[in-house]
């Protein structure tokens, strides 16, 4: 799958990559200093947590002058926004300087999928097509702004990938210990990626002929140990404050939330919300007034949402196999509005769930609409890639690199199910814009094969 690019491609090659990455910088910061809207889903609730931090020392999302310890998020970005307003004193200024921060965050993760690229293919174009891709993934353009952890989550969980090869492809053991740090340091920032860690020592024990069996098994035992050290002060706070050793409350409340809720609605339609209610309620009543402890009360919703979906998998199945394509549709064009301060275009999409499309798409703006197909073409184009370059991987039997992306990608699909918040895909951006440069190699050779012959034909 090696690429032999040029010689004098290969000279101009640094400063194409050196002024790509420029531009996405600069066109990130643009928009975190000029948006006007700059929360995105959850970022109010990640800013709360930083003020109060930094304020009370208490790691709280609740408003008040006495925060009680909450632990729904993780505390890595929030620990962020707390150093940022420890300098800046006031919520406005540490909202706009946690954009323009996540701008040099988002740009540093597409440093990371050149790398990687570079690393799996040896290609300097290819990298580059999947550095321009994984730039101008329609949601990866408002989300990278918010105050939220997407661009910190992109640029660790990145970076970990890239030292993952490294250390499959060398052997090496700082490599091993770069990834699995920055892997821990992923799950304080996003719980989603808290399994991962087990996938990539698999990957060792599978592709890193570099060692004896022996040694790979001891070397992922050595990364998930290390995981394991990042994760205990977190741990142990979670137990100071609540009596449970665990990481978050996010894992209950949301399978009872979301994922059960969602096989309710489609069993009993509009009477699922106060099923769901009255479920609720039984649950938390048979907590012996534990209740308000939120690791009580998130470990009781999750067990009987577990419980839930084991004993109707087969409707849970058939619900995440209906809603699931949704994750992939999603443009962000509403949140991009919002950032841009255009509360007609996010109206007029709100509208569509009222009134229907058609009658929706006739109140939308021109630019929007127009917004709206660019997003989707944008999106076609890399899924085609991408499907494209996992089959030339399977066709060439490259398979760390199918595994690392194909692996990557079923890997998130699995975790976020039924729950298809567009933002929730940024997590498998760089793995689809790094498959889709290898697809674009693919057709560039075929391409480049078909010239030949007709020009052969021609002499």
């Known amino acids: 799958m090696n690429e032999v690019p040029a010689a004098p491609f290969a000279r101009i090659a640094p400063r194409i990559v050196a002024g790509s990455l420029a531009l996405i910088l600069v066109s990130r910061v643009l928009l975190a200093v000029s948006g006007v809207w700059l929360a995105g889903d959850d970022g109010a609730r990640y800013l709360q947590e930083g003020i109060n931090l930094s304020t009370y020392g208490v790691f709280s999302s609740e408003i008040g002058t006495h925060p009680a310890p909450t632990a729904h998020d993780l505390p890595l970005y929030p620990t962020l926004l707390a150093g940022i307003h420890w300098l800046t004193g006031e919520a406005t200024a540490t909202a706009r300087a946690a954009a323009v921060i996540n701008a040099f965050l ?28 994984f730039a101008v993934i329609p949601e990866g353009i408002p989300y990278s702004i918010f105050h939220m952890p997407e661009s910190l989550f992109l640029a660790l969980f990145t970076w970990s990938q890239l030292f993952l090869i490294r250390c499959i492809q060398s052997g090496g053991v700082g490599a091993l210990c770069a990834s699995f740090s920055l892997l821990g340091l992923t799950i304080l920032t996003k719980p989603i990626t808290v399994f991962y860690p087990v996938f990539a020592g698999l990957l060792i024990l599978v592709f890193c002929h570099k060692m004896r069996f022996g040694r790979r098994v001891a070397s992922a035992i050595a990364g998930l140990t290390l995981v394991a050290l990042a994760l205990c002060p977190w741990v142990l706070r979670n137990w100071t404050a609540f009596h449970v050793a665990g990481l978050s409350t996010i894992t209950g409340t949301n399978l009872f939330d979301y994922n059960y809720r969602f096989i309710l609605e489609d069993r009993h339609g509009t009477q699922a919300p106060e099923i769901l209610k009255q479920q609720q309620a039984d649950i938390l009543a048979g907590v012996d007034g534990q209740a308000s402890n939120p690791f009580v009360r998130s470990n009781a919703l999750g067990a009987a949402a577990k419980t839930g979906i084991k004993e109707s998998w087969q409707d849970y199945l058939v619900t995440t196999l209906k809603r699931h394509p949704r994750l992939y549709i999603g443009t962000g064009n509403i949140a991009f509005l919002k950032l841009l301060g255009s509360p007609t275009g996010s109206v007029a999409y709100n509208q569509v769930a009222s009134e229907g499309v058609y009658p929706a798409l006739r109140g939308l703006p021109a630019t929007v609409l127009i917004a709206q197909v660019a997003g989707w073409l944008v999106l076609l184009l890399i899924y085609t890639l991408t499907g494209i370059g996992l089959f030339t991987l399977l066709q060439q039997k490259h398979w760390l690199a199918l595994a690392l992306l194909g692996g990557g990608i079923a890997y998130f699909a699995l975790l976020i199910g039924p729950v298809v918040h567009t933002r929730y895909r940024l997590a498998m951006s760089l793995y689809f814009a790094i498959a889709a440069g290898i697809g674009w190699l693919r057709i560039q050779r075929g391409m480049q094969a078909r010239g030949s012959i007709r020009n052969q034909a021609l002499t």
């Open 106 to 133: 988002y740009t540093l993760a597409a440093a990371g999928v050149y790398l990687i690229c570079r690393k799996l293919v040896a290609g300097q174009r290819t990298a580059l097509v999947a550095l321009w891709l």
